[in-house]
């Protein structure tokens, strides 16, 4: 299955910043997705990013806020804009790997403050 | 839209055996799969199982898949204090995304 490299790993952010998020992959993928984890809660999607064409994003969340971005077929990055305390979660991309599996980066734990 | 439900936690003494159990409501489910978050890292795809099988057998893992009643579960068996971590049920049909429960806390005490 695919090997996802995901940084940073984590990261304390100022209130107001903006925090970029890299997605790696080690296969040539066609969707990869953007995931959001509020503490103790389970998977949210946020968004799904194709190659060549803007990200299809999922209700409750807007480009204008979740920038992303799908140069080539094996890279993204999630862009968390003007960051409140309210964004601290982590954050997972996902591609569909071999076997029907979907395999998932290692997470970015962000803390807003 | 569609639900996945899991109970939230499920505490187990080393060495037995654990069962987490699942709920979906998308009869049209085609997979479904189980995650393993440990604390402060990503998701491990532990095992899925397609919807026309009924059992799925990994070394301690065991998944058995009701369709008529969309009851999903997964055995752990001598289930060891490394297997602590939450458990995420999750499901996809079609050209959908996946839908994830909200996630079961296995605590293995020694």
């Known amino acids: 299955s695919a090997v996802i490299s995901q940084k940073p790993s984590r990261d304390i952010c100022q209130r107001g910043t903006s925090l970029t998020i890299q997605c790696q992959v080690d296969?040539?993928?066609?969707?990869m997705f953007w995931y959001r984890q509020q503490p103790g809660q389970s998977l949210t999607l946020i968004a799904t990013a194709n190659q060549g064409s803007e990200a299809t994003y999922e209700s409750g969340f807007v480009i204008d806020k979740f920038p992303i971005s799908r140069p080539n077929l094996t890279f993204s990055t999630l862009t968390v804009s003007n960051m409140s305390p309210e964004d601290s979660s982590i954050y997972l991309c996902?591609?569909?790997?071999?076997?029907?599996?979907?395999?998932f980066g290692s997470g970015t734990r962000l803390t807003v403050v | 839209g569609e639900d996945v439900e899991q109970s939230l936690f499920l505490s187990v003494r080393e060495g037995d055996s654990s069962v987490i159990n699942c709920t979906y409501t998308d009869s049209s489910s085609t997979y479904l799969y189980w995650y393993k978050q440990e604390p402060g890292a990503g998701l491990q795809l532990l095992t899925y199982i397609f919807s026309n099988m009924d059992m799925k057998q990994d070394q301690r893992l065991t998944v058995l898949l009701n369709k008529k009643d969309k009851h999903l579960s997964l055995r752990i068996a001598d289930t060891q204090t490394g297997d602590s971590a939450i458990y995420f049920c999750?499901?996809?049909?079609?050209?959908?995304?996946?839908?994830f429960g909200k996630g079961t806390m296995l605590l293995v005490s020694p």
């Open positions: 996902s591609v569909k790997g071999g076997s029907d599996g979907y395999t």
């Open positions: 296969s040539q993928v066609t969707m």
């Open positions: 999750a499901e996809i049909s079609g050209y959908s995304t996946l839908t």
